[in-house]
């Protein structure tokens, strides 16, 4: 059974989360350049595991229940801890990337930041949670299932955040280089 939302789109989510994150590794120390690839890795981060959610908002229309065998005996990120792992990870990724507004979604300090160590663990956590889910399958989508994602790399740029005020919005981006 062909369905372009899980043979094409679920596929791209994963690609591009292991590309922008290799990418980081040899990035060319461009702040511009470190921030994109940051700022991918993320949003593609929080798509994958709001694909992976089996909470009841945002709809059930491109959630992983539809592709699995039996969606009450599926379980998400089964290990222990990992399901408190991806909500307060999921939380930070809210909190700081792709929210431009007024309502207290901002970062302040090194411990609000997404870290180099955070961004490998949701590479991690999304990794295993893609095998558990490929075994979860109803078989005519076996087919389109994408590869697993390989090892993560072992080192990324620091990560930071930078913030300009303008008008009393901040402006939140991802890697620098430098220190604070």
Request: one cysteine or more.
């Amino acid at each position: 059974m062909s369905d372009e939302r899980f043979g094409y789109h679920f596929g791209y989510e994963l690609w591009m989360l292991e590309q922008t994150l290799r990418r980081l590794v040899d990035a060319p120390r461009e702040q511009i350049i470190i921030n994109a690839l940051f700022e991918g890795y993320c949003i593609h981060a929080r798509a994958l595991f709001e694909f992976f959610d089996d909470s009841p908002y945002g709809g059930k229309q491109d959630k992983s229940s539809l592709y699995v065998v039996d969606n009450d005996s599926y379980k998400r990120f089964p290990k222990p801890g990992d399901r408190g792992r991806v909500d307060a990870l999921n939380r930070k990724l809210n909190k700081q990337i792709a929210h431009l507004d007024q309502n207290g979604r901002h970062v302040y300090g090194v411990a609000e930041r997404i870290s180099e160590a955070e961004m490998l663990e949701m590479y991690r956590l999304l990794q295993r949670e893609l095998i558990n889910f490929k075994s979860q399958l109803r078989p005519e989508f076996k087919t389109d299932a994408p590869p697993d994602l390989g090892p993560p790399p072992y080192t990324l740029p620091r990560p930071s955040v930078s913030t300009a005020q303008s008008e009393g919005v901040a402006f939140v981006t991802g890697l620098r280089t430098t220190d604070d």
